[in-house]
């Protein structure tokens, strides 16, 4: 799976679980599918690529893009299991596999994961980005420790949780309508899980990443 497009695809499935498309099975235009994930067309592009190399999708030349069986199916699966699962189950899921990831990321991280984290932690804090856009780039961070952990099946296991947890959060209210301020408290979490990475430390990776996920949520019962 691209790395760069993953974030979209998970923002991209939560969407469509949630939507209610016609009897056809036909998106949304490009314009309107990217504005709702605050992404740009390009790399919404790309995310459905992935899905319809995966038969998940199908296109008509001047009639637009729509699902498939096979993916129709397979979006039911993750919107089933959000509806089933509680907010306690999600926090207590992502809490056995994140924090593993981060301490695998602080000991398997490459350069090229290293700067990608990096990156990730420079896009989360542009200026003048919308909630969805920052959610966006938080997806982008969350996935590239997810990543750099080196493991195929706890990655596998990241993003399908990943998926649950958009599809479940997706229309939970903002406390502004702009995207997060400066002291946002996850920015300065996100700094220490990459620093504990960097620095080769696997027990403060695991630990900043618990605390994190474990803030979040608390943040998210309160609002």
Same mark, same amino acid.
């Given at each position: 799976? @691209?790395?760069?497009?993953?974030?979209?695809?998970?923002?991209?499935?939560?969407?469509?679980?949630?939507? $209610?498309?016609?009897?056809?099975? $036909?998106?949304p235009p490009e314009r309107v599918l990217a504005g709702a994930l605050g992404t740009s067309r390009g790399e919404l592009r790309k995310a459905? /690529?992935?899905? %319809?190399? *995966?038969?998940?999708?199908?296109?008509?030349?001047?009639?637009?893009?729509?699902?498939?069986s096979r993916p129709l199916a397979a979006i039911d699966d993750v919107a089933a299991l959000a509806t089933g699962a509680t907010a306690s189950d999600l926090v207590r899921a992502r809490l056995v596999v994140e924090p593993e990831l981060a301490a695998l990321a602080a000991l398997h991280?490459?350069?090229? &994961?290293? /700067?990608?984290?990096?990156?990730?932690?420079?896009?989360?804090?542009?200026?003048?980005?919308?909630? =969805?856009?920052?959610?966006?780039? @938080?997806? =982008?961070?969350?996935?590239?420790?997810?990543?750099?952990?080196?493991?195929?099946?706890?990655?596998?296991?990241? *993003?399908?949780?990943? /998926?649950?947890? $958009?599809?479940?959060?997706? @229309?939970?209210?903002?406390? /502004?309508?702009?995207?997060?301020?400066? *002291?946002?408290?996850?920015? #300065?979490? &996100? *700094? =220490?899980?990459?620093?504990?990475?960097? +620095? $080769? @430390?696997?027990? +403060?990776?695991?630990? %900043?990443?618990?605390?994190?996920?474990? #803030?979040? &949520?608390?943040?998210?019962?309160?609002?």
């Amino acid at each position: 799976m @691209d790395s760069d497009a993953a974030p979209v695809l998970t923002l991209l499935q939560a969407y469509l679980a949630r939507t $209610r498309l016609p009897a056809d099975g $036909r998106l949304p235009p490009e314009r309107v599918l990217a504005g709702a994930l605050g992404t740009s067309r390009g790399e919404l592009r790309k995310a459905l /690529a992935m899905m %319809e190399a *995966d038969g998940q999708l199908w296109r008509h030349v001047g009639k637009g893009t729509f699902l498939g069986s096979r993916p129709l199916a397979a979006i039911d699966d993750v919107a089933a299991l959000a509806t089933g699962a509680t907010a306690s189950d999600l926090v207590r899921a992502r809490l056995v596999v994140e924090p593993e990831l981060a301490a695998l990321a602080a000991l398997h991280a490459g350069p090229a &994961h290293i /700067a990608a984290l990096s990156e990730a932690l420079r896009a989360s804090r542009r200026p003048g980005q919308t909630w =969805r856009g920052y959610e966006l780039q @938080d997806a =982008r961070l969350h996935r590239a420790v997810a990543l750099a952990g080196g493991n195929p099946l706890l990655l596998f296991l990241y *993003d399908h949780l990943a /998926a649950i947890r $958009r599809v479940m959060t997706w @229309d939970r209210p903002r406390s /502004a309508e702009e995207g997060p301020p400066a *002291d946002h408290p996850s920015f #300065a979490e &996100h *700094d =220490r899980i990459v620093a504990a990475i960097t +620095a $080769r @430390d696997p027990a +403060a990776a695991r630990h %900043e990443m618990a605390g994190h996920v474990a #803030a979040v &949520h608390a943040a998210m019962a309160l609002a």
